[in-house]
């Protein structure tokens, strides 16, 4: 499933468009005239009429970082414009730059550190912010500089402390149980997409709680969810989920601890799959390639 | 987890109270004073503190059938009044008698005759009903008897028939995709507990199309629900529920495939462990040993 | 994972060669200079350096049947030629032709059955042949010839039998529990491939009576395995696997229950596959798209 | 199913002897003439004939510490004598004392260290010993002794070494992927359990390079297994198992790295369970209530 960090020369197409006949033999014959090799390729419609096409192509280009700007002009006159085309190409040497925010909690925050520094999640995590500073101490031995803070009364302020670190430098922002609502106004702002997990299956038990409310339904599994942040709680698209099984005898805070070992998971594969360029947006749902 | 049918001289006492001191001593000497020895006993509290205690004991007596009526008298002068206890004394040789409502979809049905031709549940089926006749054909092969219970305009018509034809005679009542709500006469005049199969994974997905709905929304886990059926639809006690993985690659009829998969074994299981006394009440929330 | 039956005008290019690039656009090129749209491409190479090239292209192509030959012929001289390139082309309209061997029991037999009636394998089961007479009567409701070869004494007897039945008439040969070893020679007359289910998470308990086996070992999971028949017990391509949790509570027989829900899930989905040309062979291993 | 750390006056009562009528009346009343309260009661027998019963019964018992000799020499006189029982009486508020043994890959000390510091398992982690150095940097945050010994030409000294610092000061040895071969004498003389992690799903791929040989052979499920070490290599009691999915397209590094995944989680609960005195040997299996 992953590659953690892209070898030289290995680029990525990601596109969408309406599907028409000849799609894939065009991209794949420009990629070819540019000396490009297909890797991988992967491709969905979502329908048989008017349908979305979506794609995924790794190719290995030799010398791609000084060819890669005329592949750009390319795509864009070639492809992009008489077929309607949205289109990404990135640089698998690149790793994305990932703002980590946490809350008291370690175990997501420790679980993606310790994939960073194993070299399993193509990124670079630059900062970690809390709004507690309990977690200073575990995030140290990692080498990522991590802000406190806090957030009281007046959340606005808070959003603004956070949009001064990130400084517009960052590619990612993973919200690894922060426990905060975001606001609309920062997911503006932030321009980068925020990834959440939220401790439940999802649509099941949105909002707090979710573990008590579990075990008040007598579900017979329980589950994490990861998912693209947007303005409504826990309503964006879905990137993964997973489950686990349960029973009477777990109290809450039991259903909590074993809760906590799919959420970890959970996010890091979202994590990850995001920084390989494989999670493509198709309304509110997602396409994992 | 399941013997089919229970050989003989096997009984199985099944009991809840208000959690004290002793009772676990008091239960298992007055066996062994009628004679009985212990075959497996599952025991849980559902709290330190004002907890109700559940137990269910498997055992072995000797000549049980004709000793069954003392042990009886004894379970009810000597614990069940002093300990304020419900309790159920059954034969494991004595197997539940089933109705299985089905409408047009076939699987969860055969599965469930398919189990009880090769024994592997300790059921006798002994009537199916469908407000459809497209099954028929299906049920014949296993001798067991089919009533075609139309259900148009007043449903108060049809379910007058199916008092009928259940007679006050059998133990559980199946619905095995059944897909009409049952009124809160039915369920008050019918007397015996009312086991459902819901395609998703509750409370995700309540009611009506919930494959579509787990499509719209992009889930990446599709599930089935069993559960005991109450006044409030898709609220009842759950007693075991499964999912399977998908992905955006699945149309909605590619998820209802996929989920009846998923539903014939979680119903299949469910109604094992009813009919092996393994399910106990508990609120609005189920036991299972 | 499957259209059930490919509808008019839908085929199916499988190749393999060895990689080198721009065979993608090639391919696809091609397809597209013949009218067809393609409606799926899965692609899969071994390495980086002297890999191996599988792909499986799904596409529309109006009026198929009558342009198939006119682009095979192109294929040929202008793909598999030029790139050393194993290549079937197939018709989704067209199901393949199954023969299932069944012993006495019926789980696996039956849910093959089930769903080809339901339409979801896109096969067409041409007749059932049983070394025991004991599954007729389940076989007969689905119309499906019945065939009882004994096999007694000298095994080469009963197999030839078995090649008048099948009188090179069949794409496919299910084993569905038949538990008789398959002869080196059958498999060389037989000229299709041979799909077994083993009662085991191989390469855990090769051989006879997996399940004691592994009550004796000690499992916590149990599981079984859909392979490709080779002259080598046990040891040919895995298509597919799965198991179930168990604990020291289950007996053999009981083993032998819920390992047979495995079985049939794992060998209707391989069968499945098969069917709609998703499984190739690398070596003794399979690529599934 | 864990508790992390007991609280004040529990104790644990493990026991097995040869099955007869009486055997949990008997227990239960001896545990209330002292004043217990039952908390929890798992019993299992091996066989209708001939078993083995096997019981963990938790029970409350205010003042327990004072109160703990006295029901040891009862249970000695009154059960283990007249019952030819095996017994163990624990308490719930005394961690076991565990060393770890690591090699180079820190996932699975990790991920224990993680959960000691939680306090999820009810255990004292008193020291680390790795063959290497590499890992003491990760170790130090959690305030742990770690000693590297290193393991060149004579094993014996090495394991000398090892007795030397465990001092029969422990009361569990686990291998986390220490990647060593302990020898019979060690195990000896150790004289407290080993719990060993196999990065495979046992019986399958014993010894060496398990990734390597599920990759060769082309299985579709990759797994781990934590057992206790005895004289035969990979092959003690099983207590824990689990698997993930994988197919053609994961590289043997990537094998590595999902299966890490898996040992730790098992590995983890496989030493939750044992510091809860939920293990029981059968023989070359487990019980694990």
Redesign the interface.
Known sequence: ???ASGPQDIGRLVVSCPD??????KL??L??QH???????????TGPEDGTLYQRTVFHLPGYAARKESLEADIQTKLAGPLDMQWKLTDASKRKRVAIFASKT??CL?DLL?RHR?G?IPMDVVMVISNHPDLA??A??FDIPYFYVPVTGDKKEAERKHLELLNGNVDLVVLARYMQIISAEFLDEVEVPVINIHHS?????IGAGPYQKAK??????I?ATAHYVTKDLDEG???????IRV????STP?LM??GA?VER?VLSRAVAWHCEDKVMR?G?????F
Do not use: C, Y
Not at 35 to 45: C, E, K, P, R, Y
């Open positions: 499933m992953a590659a028409q006949p000849g799609i894939v033999a794949t014959q990629l070819g000396g490009a090799n297909i890797v991988s390729l992967d491709q969905f419609t370690d175990h420790l310790w194993r399993e101490d575990q140290r031995p299956f999802l649509p099941a038990f008040d339904r007598g579900v017979k599994l589950g698209p879905i990137i993964e989920q997973d489950v029973s009477h005898r777990e039991q601890r074993f070992d998971s198709d509110n749902t997602t396409i994992v």
